[in-house]
């Protein structure tokens, strides 16, 4: 990131993250974590400012009906679905973080580009 874009108050959010280590996985050893309900100088979360949408999932005992109506079901896994959609231009300022490898790196700040 250029250094005339660090800057832009009110108008950015570091998003605070940490890594989970699972030592039983064979494909994932770590994970990040982030966590939007850090509150700002202002007082505000991002969770507070986020437009909240419609639930996507039904009621468990409509899903559950709707298995004695077919033969056949099918299932995925929706993980990592949300990885998926792309943020914006203009919002990822709001989905920033800082990063380096390890303590002896330079501190980089990265805007992440899919919904987090």
Not at 2 to 7: F, S
Not at 33 to 61: C, M, W, Y
Not at 100 to 106: F, G, L, M, T, Y
Request: proline fraction near 3%; aromatic fraction near 8%.
């Amino acid at each position: 990131m250029d250094n005339e874009e660090i800057e832009l108050p009110g108008l950015m959010y570091y998003l605070a993250h940490h890594l989970v280590q699972n030592v039983n996985s064979l494909t994932t050893k770590l994970s990040v974590v982030f966590d939007a309900s850090s509150k700002t100088e202002s007082g505000f979360r991002l969770n507070d400012v986020l437009q909240k949408g419609p639930s996507i999932q039904e009621e468990l005992i409509h899903i559950l009906a709707r298995f004695r109506k077919h033969n056949f079901v099918v299932t995925a896994d929706i993980k990592k679905m949300y990885r998926q959609i792309q943020v914006c231009k203009k919002h990822r300022d709001y989905q920033r973080m800082l990063w380096r490898e390890n303590v002896n790196d330079p501190i980089k700040i990265y805007r992440l580009n899919t919904v987090t």
